[in-house]
């Protein structure tokens, strides 16, 4: 007789249902309140994939950073087509796809953010009927699909839906791995596929490979049996778990390390980490400045490490207590995600004590790596929120099903845990999101400069902005974003002269009003106004209706003529 699988029907159905609901309500809300994709980084996801759709690869027509054009120019890759060496791969194809069957535009972006929060909140459910019952399940289902996190990230774009998503199901698969051995039917395939989608997480964003050290770590056989045999059988269990998540791992990865390695001669190269490892380190320099980083050398982030221990050091406490602080808006409240770590008792935690051991280890070795970036901003935390949810509801039926009631009424505590839950989960964060975009989303973007933008440019044209991933979006052309450097009296100056000197022609300039609202960076563009160079090089039309400037490039006299 076959042996029954993990699931049961009922179960399948349930998380089945759930994931249509939760996605539902995701599509009327996304719907509701997004017009337009306002978020620069998921603008930048979408041009990306946008280019591959189009059959160019995987390509950027954004220069984020001008260290991105030293690159390109020490390479030899100036020309068409950008090589992508910023954004994460995997959420880049996905979109692709999408584009090819919604076309390229807010639907398909949208679409993304939805499934893969729906699909989480599927498997959530499927993963706490499981370990905790059905009412528990429903509650999570409901705690997901709510969370203001993970639908900011469905709003602006963002990858964290999709990292969240196969982060829930690598954890999901690596429980069932050790739930089977735990019983006595160890099946190496369950840890490959754990890999597998881990691997897949870490395409979505890259410091999800945190997670591997803490699930080697949490599957150790620490407590050995006396006898020697057994012992060695627990190591050899361990060791084959182990091959089998690292191989996974390393089979969906290779593809994207084997890219990397051909174009730059390093399997994990990202331009974020060459510039957000030295960012805020150096003498005079603020949190997020953007003075010259082309200029420095580029140095590989673990060298800067070396040679700058102290600084880093400094920086890294800084952000530490900056998202020590921040933690509680991964759920809008301050008592939500300090429930899984009380998980870590066997009484709360149940079936779920070693996956609260694995989100407490995993938060911390996040932080770890994360803290020594210049962002250390809470969405690098989210693909982190479904498990914790999940925790924080097993503490709960923990204590909820060691309250002393009569038979026939647990639904009493149990209700009163779920309003509970609700109350902890803070709806009025989701609420905040929800008005704040309703307000905005509509009217961050103003189409007519981007109409302006392509009229007076060619399809060729490179454009420096603080808007690079909207003129890149709403317009196709090529973009590199806003950078200054210090003129002979230190003063800030619009980089716009000493980029075309070193690397390509700027274009066109165009900087929104809502940069030049600013009496700073309005002061910084005036002298880049006058600048004899500028105005040889350069002609500037009247205000835009954003209140911005947009100065294109003369047309220059032949040679002889």
């Not at 510039?275 to 420095?296: C, F, I, M, Q």
């Not at 989100?359 to 962002?375: I, P």
Request: net charge positive; with cysteine; glycine share 8%.
């Amino acid at each position: 007789m076959r042996r029954p699988g993990p699931w049961r029907r009922r179960d399948v159905v349930a998380a089945l249902l759930a994931t249509l609901l939760s996605g539902l309500v995701l599509a009327g809300l996304a719907g509701f309140t997004v017009e337009r994709i306002w978020h620069n980084d998921g603008l930048d996801y979408a041009q990306i994939a946008r280019e591959v759709a189009d059959g160019h690869g995987m390509s950027s027509r954004q220069a984020i950073y001008a260290l991105h054009l030293r690159f390109l120019a020490d390479h030899g890759l100036l020309d068409e087509p950008w090589p992508n060496l910023h954004r994460f791969p995997l959420p880049t194809l996905t979109l692709a796809l999408l584009f090819l069957v919604f076309g390229a535009g807010t639907t398909a972006v949208l679409a993304q953010g939805v499934l893969a929060v729906a699909l989480t909140s599927g498997v959530l459910h499927l993963w706490a009927r499981q370990a905790l019952g059905a009412w528990p399940a429903a509650a999570v289902s409901l705690l997901l699909t709510a969370n203001a996190g993970l639908f900011w990230g469905v709003q602006a774009g963002m990858p964290e839906p999709l990292a969240a998503l196969f982060t829930t199901v690598a954890l999901y698969l690596f429980w069932l791995a050790r739930r089977r051995e735990s019983r006595g039917r160890p099946d190496r395939r369950w840890w490959l596929a754990a890999g597998v989608f881990l691997g897949l997480a870490v395409l979505s964003r890259t410091n999800v490979i945190t997670l591997l050290p803490v699930l080697l770590l949490a599957s150790f056989p620490w407590r050995l049996p006396v006898e020697r045999e057994e012992r060695s059988a627990a190591r050899r269990r361990w060791l084959a778990g182990a091959a089998g998540l690292i191989l996974g791992l390393v089979v969906m990865l290779s593809p994207w390390w084997v890219r990397n390695a051909r174009l730059t001669g390093s399997p994990s190269f990202s331009l974020h980490s060459y510039y957000l490892v030295p960012s805020g380190t150096l003498p005079g320099e603020s949190k997020k400045d953007y003075s010259a980083p082309w200029v420095r050398d580029f140095v590989p982030p673990l060298d800067y490490a070396l040679d700058h221990p102290r600084e880093l050091a400094r920086k890294w406490l800084h952000q530490g207590g900056r998202i020590a602080a921040r933690y509680p808006f991964l759920a809008g409240t301050l008592l939500l995600p300090l429930l899984p770590w009380l998980g870590w008792g066997r009484r709360l935690g149940g079936e779920l004590r070693g996956t609260a051991v694995i989100f407490c280890l995993g938060f911390v070795a996040n932080a770890l790596l994360c803290n020594f970036t210049d962002l250390n901003l809470e969405h690098y935390y989210f693909h982190l929120l479904p498990v914790m949810l999940l925790v924080a509801v097993a503490v709960v039926t923990g204590a909820v099903r060691r309250v002393p009631v009569r038979e026939g009424r647990r639904w009493l505590p149990a209700t009163a845990a779920v309003l509970g839950l609700l109350w902890m989960a803070h709806p009025e964060a989701l609420a905040a999101v929800l008005e704040r975009t309703a307000d905005k989303s509509a009217n961050r973007v103003d189409l007519e400069p981007m109409a302006e933008i392509a009229a007076r440019t060619t399809e060729d044209a490179v454009v420096f902005s603080d808007r690079s991933a909207q003129v890149t979006w709403y317009t196709g052309r090529r973009t590199v974003r806003f950078h200054y450097v210090r003129d002979a009296e230190g003063r800030k100056k619009a980089a716009v002269l000493e980029l075309s000197h070193d690397f390509l022609p700027m274009d066109a300039v165009y900087l929104s009003g809502t940069f030049l609202s600013d009496p700073k960076r309005r002061r910084m563009f005036t002298r880049l106004e006058r600048d004899p160079e500028f105005q040889r090089l350069y002609r500037c039309g009247p205000p835009l209706a954003d209140g911005g400037v947009f100065c294109w490039r003369r047309r220059q006299p032949k040679a002889g003529g």
